[in-house]
């Protein structure tokens, strides 16, 4: 490849600015402890996975069989068959709600979209690519959907076929919905289970609760039609990934013959990233059960060393149950910039992602953090307030975890 000097210069300097800020990303949940080098010679090749890994393609550089596994590991990991389900590796969290949200609009083409005001805004640009109606739900002072106001606003609609969007996770405050609940409510409102669909959108928390000892519900064995996860966070990726997963019937549903690439096609983009299944497939194949369990375990911890720490400074930090996500007052927009501290309104958090190896640099952040509130709070600056108010008492300790 011939580059200028001045290209030259200009990647060397985007190079090291990458290296500066590889790790320390703390607003986001990206998971940065990740080493694909055995990957590295993929990149001479013209990958692409178009249409459906299950069935042959003409176009041959495919890494249909490693998409296979990485599928059949998410089907084991969220309690369904293998040949009962169907999804793919997409190119994120997104993706897979989109294709989640399309699934159910074709099964119930009169239905309408129900999802908290906590809810990532892909899917507000979702419902508008798809034209579907949608509601707007309350949410809980801990970022869970409020399932009074979810049931009442399905009843006012008289709404027969309710499309649930479920967070497992939320962004901002890693609230997880409670999809129990929820089910119990609609058959207490005379809809029977044919009649409804419910997502899970589990962009991160899709791979914490399966190695957790009590997670909230969250998969097929407790009810839902489908899932996302983003492979970029919480498992970690050069490349943003995620993977969707739906029952089998329902994607048959919306499956199409496509004579030019001699395949059926479900997916939604038409070319598909062959270089994401293998880093997915190195990154589950690379990591036992126990692995995973431990690294989560030890995400948990850090995020509850960090509750700690903040109150023990008088700063009212709390995180939801078998959540990662740190939640506290919003300190100045100059230390928010300064971290790359994400916010929302009064609250901003910090994400105990796994190459966090220690609690040192989380440690020095609380320190800023702390400084930067008390003395706003002198200044009479509006920031130190009721962000940290929330009146679910879950900000419970798994079982299982040392005190720091
Ligand atoms: C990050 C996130 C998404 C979007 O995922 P992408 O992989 O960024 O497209 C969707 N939902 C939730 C809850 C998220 O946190």
Redesign the pocket.
């Known amino acids: 490849m011939q580059l200028s000097s001045a290209d030259q210069g200009k990647l060397e300097d985007f190079w090291q600015h990458c290296l500066t800020h590889q790790y320390f990303n703390v607003g986001y ?1 990206e998971a940065a402890d990740f080493d694909y080098r055995p990957l590295h010679r993929f990149m001479h090749f013209s990958l692409n996975n178009c249409g459906d890994w299950d069935a042959p393609s003409n176009y041959i550089l495919n890494s249909f069989s490693f998409e296979k596994e990485v599928m059949a590991y998410f089907a084991e990991l969220f309690e369904i068959p293998l040949q009962d389900s169907w999804g793919y590796v ?8 989109m294709f989640a949200c399309y699934l159910a609009r074709e099964l119930f083409p009169d239905g309408v979209l129900y999802y908290s005001r906590d ?2 805004y ?2 507000a640009k979702i419902v508008k690519l798809l034209r579907m109606p949608a509601r707007a739900v309350a949410t809980l002072s801990n970022g869970e959907i409020d399932h009074n106001d979810l049931i009442s606003k399905i009843a006012i609609d008289d709404c027969a076929n309710p499309l649930i969007f479920a ?5 901002m405050h890693g609230a997880t919905d409670n999809i129990s609940l929820i089910q119990q409510r609609l058959a207490d409102l005379g809809i029977a289970r044919n009649d409804y669909y419910l997502h899970a ?5 899709g791979m914490i609760l399966p190695f957790v000892e009590a997670p909230q519900p969250y998969n097929f064995a407790h009810g839902i039609d489908s899932i ?1 996860v ?4 919480m498992i970690g990726s050069p490349i ?3 993977i969707v997963l739906a029952k089998r019937h329902h994607v048959e549903r919306i499956s199409v013959d496509i004579d030019y690439i001699s395949a059926q096609d479900k997916t939604i983009s038409g070319s598909r990233n062959g270089h994401t299944p293998l880093i997915m497939w190195a990154a589950l194949r690379s990591h036992s059960h126990e692995q995973w369990r431990q690294r989560t375990l030890r995400c948990l911890e850090l995020a509850q060393y960090a509750v700690e720490r903040f109150k023990a400074a008088g700063v009212a930090a709390w995180r939801n149950h078998n959540s990662i996500t740190v939640i506290f007052p919003r300190p100045s927009e100059h230390l928010c910039k300064q971290h790359g501290l994400a916010t929302s309104g009064a609250c901003a958090h910090l994400i105990a992602t796994p190459h966090h190896r220690d609690h040192s640099r989380i440690s020095r952040l609380i320190d800023d953090i702390t400084a930067d509130l008390k003395l706003n709070s002198r200044r009479n600056a509006p920031a130190n307030q009721p962000c940290a108010v929330h009146t679910l008492p879950s900000v419970a300790r798994p079982r299982s975890m040392a005190a720091d």
């Open positions: 949940p997409t190119n994120g969290g997104t993706e897979g709600n809810t990532h892909s899917v967070n497992i996770g939320t962004t959108d589990a962009a991160l928390s996302s983003s492979g970029h966070k943003p990934c995620g």
